[in-house]
């Protein structure tokens, strides 16, 4: 199967990920989603669950991505984190939201699912922790423990998350609750000064 195939199935796995939800999403219903027949489908992926692993590694490595950051200070370092973690889609079917909470809620049942979250949350707690830190040591911020700075911003953008996609809530207002507390745990706002 092609790049592009794989990557159509990826595509239809969320959109039909997004429509029918976990319990009743099927290989059928992917391929209707899709220029893919369910025969092709299950030729190279044998089960849902491994179909859905593969999806999951690829809506993380795209999150994954926006993660990147070349910026030295850890500053820069800490607002584009939080501009890529709150970054609103331009894409119309974007199905990160949506699939990701279908995903995490079936965590507790696919020990897979559970060990890719844990791994994203070991991420977002990295980039934060290791940004808190070195701004700590260069005296940009304010003492403070930088594993349970990392701890409550994950924890604020998993709560985010929850708030977005089953509230409806905009989630600029969540981002405005974590650097409140970055100001109270660090001293400092993010994008409260540009770096030289």
Same mark, same amino acid.
């Given at each position: 199967?092609?790049?592009?195939?794989?990557?159509?199935?990826?595509?239809?796995?969320?959109?039909?990920?997004?429509?029918?939800?976990?319990?009743?999403?099927?290989?059928?219903?992917?391929? %209707?989603?899709?220029?893919?027949?369910?025969?092709?489908?299950?030729?190279? $992926?044998?089960?849902?669950?491994?179909?859905?692993?593969?999806?999951? %590694?690829?809506?993380?490595?795209? $999150?994954?991505?926006? &993660? =990147?950051?070349?910026?030295? %200070?850890?500053?820069?370092?800490?607002?584009?984190?939080?501009?890529?973690?709150?970054?609103?889609?331009?894409? %119309?079917?974007?199905? $990160?939201?949506?699939?990701?909470?279908? &995903?995490?809620?079936?965590?507790?049942?696919?020990?897979? $699912?559970?060990?890719?979250?844990?791994?994203?949350?070991?991420?977002?707690?990295?980039?934060?922790?290791? #940004?808190? *830190?070195?701004?700590?040591? =260069?005296?940009?911020?304010?003492?403070?423990?930088?594993?349970?700075?990392? *701890? &409550?911003? #994950?924890?604020?953008?998993?709560?985010?998350?929850?708030?977005?996609?089953?509230?409806?809530?905009?989630?600029?207002?969540?981002?405005?609750?974590?650097?409140?507390?970055?100001?109270?745990? &660090?001293?400092?706002?993010?994008?409260?000064?540009?770096? =030289?």
């Amino acid at each position: 199967m092609s790049s592009e195939s794989t990557a159509e199935i990826i595509e239809a796995t969320g959109r039909a990920l997004c429509e029918h939800g976990y319990a009743d999403l099927t290989m059928q219903r992917i391929a %209707d989603e899709s220029s893919v027949t369910s025969a092709a489908i299950h030729y190279h $992926f044998d089960t849902k669950e491994e179909l859905l692993n593969a999806f999951l %590694d690829d809506l993380l490595d795209r $999150f994954e991505s926006r &993660l =990147a950051c070349e910026a030295r %200070d850890p500053r820069d370092r800490l607002t584009d984190f939080l501009d890529a973690v709150f970054e609103e889609s331009s894409s %119309d079917h974007d199905d $990160f939201p949506v699939a990701l909470m279908e &995903l995490k809620a079936q965590a507790p049942y696919h020990d897979l $699912f559970r060990e890719r979250f844990v791994e994203l949350d070991e991420v977002v707690r990295t980039v934060v922790e290791t #940004a808190v *830190r070195d701004g700590i040591e =260069a005296g940009y911020f304010d003492d403070a423990d930088p594993e349970e700075v990392a *701890r &409550l911003v #994950a924890t604020m953008i998993n709560g985010a998350h929850v708030r977005s996609v089953a509230l409806g809530e905009r989630t600029g207002r969540t981002r405005e609750t974590i650097e409140q507390s970055l100001t109270l745990h &660090l001293g400092w706002t993010p994008g409260s000064e540009v770096a =030289a």
